[in-house]
């Protein structure tokens, strides 16, 4: 991680915010934190485009999700966001900008509703 530039979406939920705890300590160049508290939409194919076509980004770990009361409450919520954002990053895939490595850790990915 040392001297890499990081992007952790849903940097600030509970498990994305202790992972960049975590890695500050292994010295990357920059941690970069998309979320919507950071003013990124990550389900806004455009604003992804943007910022990839800007940011020479060396690793992703995908974190982005709605709070946990708000995904048990409306699990289909939780659904349709995952849907819009995998959308979002395949269509950035289509018009050929490369993502870097992609770690994918939302919970809800191992859920079944």
Do not use: W
Not at 30 to 37: G, P, R, T
Not at 46 to 57: A, N, S
Request: hydrophobic fraction near 40%.
């Amino acid at each position: 991680m040392k001297d890499k530039i990081i992007v952790v979406t849903g940097g600030s939920g509970f498990i994305a915010s202790h992972l960049i705890k975590a890695l500050r300590k292994e010295n990357p160049k920059e941690i970069i934190n998309l979320d919507l508290k950071t003013g990124y939409n990550l389900c806004e194919y455009r604003e992804l485009e943007v910022f990839f076509e800007v940011h020479q980004v060396d690793i992703v770990f995908d974190l982005a999700s709605l709070p946990l009361p708000v995904s048990l409450k409306y699990p289909y919520k939780v659904v349709l966001l995952h849907l819009q954002h995998s959308y979002s990053s395949a269509h950035l895939r289509l018009g050929r900008i490369l993502l870097p490595f992609l770690c994918d850790y939302r919970s809800s990915n191992y859920c079944l509703y």
